[in-house]
Nanobody, 115 residues
């Protein structure tokens, strides 16, 4: 069973940057979408960014051009580059791979934006 592990979270000051990673323990085949979600305390989990296998990407309005999702297929890893972070970006971030037969979720990595 393939495991996916998110990492790269931490404490960052407003205006700073973080790059989140999501590594798969093995090859993930027939990927349809890769995506990142987040969940802040007391709030529902929400989509941050989604990339289709064909290359198109979709971002939540709140990303405002600050976030970029990309993938290194050869390394079975995907990333979320986050720039100009705001306190309201504080949340647990989850990665997700959806294939033709599976739906893999990472365990979540905490991002805290605070001075």
């Amino acid at each position: 069973q393939v495991q996916v592990v998110g990492s790269g979270g931490g404490l960052v000051q407003p205006g700073g940057s973080l790059r989140l990673s999501c590594a798969a323990s093995g090859s993930i085949l027939n990927v349809i979408t890769t995506s990142w979600y987040r969940q802040a305390p007391g709030k529902k989990r929400e989509l941050v960014a989604l990339a289709h296998a064909g290359g198109t990407t979709t971002y939540a309005d709140f990303t405002e051009g600050r976030f970029t999702i990309f993938r290194d297929g050869a390394a079975n890893t995907m990333y979320l580059q986050m720039n100009r972070l705001k306190p309201e970006d504080t949340a647990v971030y989850y990665c997700r791979y959806v294939t033709t037969t599976e739906d893999y979720w990472g365990q979540g990595t905490q991002v805290t934006v605070s001075s």
